[in-house]
């Protein structure tokens, strides 16, 4: 009797929320630290970067040994990654353009997010007529390949530049969030706790704002993660491209990347290496962004 008494006493220890169970589970999971690493360390060198840079990387210090046999000076003392065409730094020119990738990665993302939320709330929260104006334009966004419709926003313009690169970006990404948030919204609609405040009489306004929306959120925020990938891919296509930032004297890592094809045949690497930042970057949040969408979503969890 005393142990039937025991096992169906309640447990004293205290429930978790769905994100502490979630940071458990990330703190044993390989995948994520390895993406946290990568994330941590882009994050700090792009903050530091020109306090840290061994030299200028806009300053020419190379440019008497370029010639027309050799236009690339390959690695020596004091650069040990070599030189652009123009003589400057390569090592240098890769630490400061972290930062100019950051930059666009997370302002087009915030930007994208931004618009997301405004219509997702819009589609979600208020229903009816506004939920299929705002889908249908949403609808008629994805119907077009992102890249595309970047370029064609980029294009547009008549100066490129690095703002134009995050407005095109930010654009494109709004009606992933867009959606992403309305259907999140949608399955909050009939949620317990959305149903006993319309009972108490509670206003759709607080009711959107205070009970909805918060709730929903969640999915959102975790595929920003991963939209930050695609951000720094496609910024760095349109700086290949040439519609990024035309000033080469602020390094970013597309504009590296277009600038030495040129050269890929004889120096391959000064394509190489701005080439590997990119792909690592986008591995780091990539891997980070999946595990915590598996984490927090209990039908992927084993």
């Not at 990330?26 to 690493?37: H, I, N």
């Not at 882009?42 to 020109?50: K, N, S, T």
């Not at 993302?109 to 997702?120: A, C, M, R």
């Not at 959606?179 to 319309?198: C, I, K």
Request: hydrophobic share 50%; proline share 7%; charged share 15%.
């Amino acid at each position: 009797m005393d142990r039937l008494a025991e096992a169906g006493t309640l447990s004293e220890e205290e429930g978790v929320s769905l994100w502490q169970s979630a940071w458990r589970r990330l703190r044993r999971d390989p995948v994520f630290l390895v993406g946290a690493v990568i994330i941590a360390a882009f994050v700090v060198l792009a903050v530091i970067a020109p306090w840290i840079a061994p030299h200028d990387p806009a300053a020419r210090l190379l440019i008497d040994q370029r010639t027309t046999s050799n236009p690339i000076p390959g690695p020596q003392p004091g650069h040990p990654l070599g030189a652009d065409d123009a003589g400057r730094d390569m090592l240098s020119r890769l630490m400061v353009g972290a930062r100019q990738t950051l930059i666009v990665g997370v302002l087009a993302t915030l930007g994208g997010l931004t618009g997301g939320l405004i219509l997702g709330t819009l589609a979600g929260g208020i229903g009816g007529w506004m939920d299929g104006v705002v889908m249908r334009i949403v609808d008629v966004m994805l119907s077009i390949p992102s890249l595309l419709m970047a370029f064609s926003l980029a294009a547009m313009f008549a100066r490129p530049s690095q703002w134009t690169v995050i407005l095109a970006i930010a654009i494109i990404q709004i009606p992933i969030f867009a959606r992403l948030l309305r259907g999140s919204m949608m399955a909050q609609r009939h949620s317990d706790h959305v149903l006993a405040a319309q009972a108490l009489g509670v206003r759709a306004p607080a009711i959107v704002f205070r009970h909805m929306l918060p709730n929903s959120v969640g999915p959102v925020i975790v595929q920003g993660t991963l939209v930050l990938a695609v951000a720094i891919i496609d910024a760095a296509a349109l700086s290949f491209l040439g519609l990024g930032n035309p000033d080469d004297t602020q390094p970013e890592w597309g504009q590296m990347l277009g600038r030495a094809q040129q050269y890929f045949n004889t120096h391959p690497e000064v394509a190489v290496y701005p080439a590997l930042c990119i792909i690592v970057v986008a591995l780091g949040f990539t891997l980070m962004g999946e595990s915590l969408r598996e984490a927090l979503d209990p039908k992927s969890r084993r």
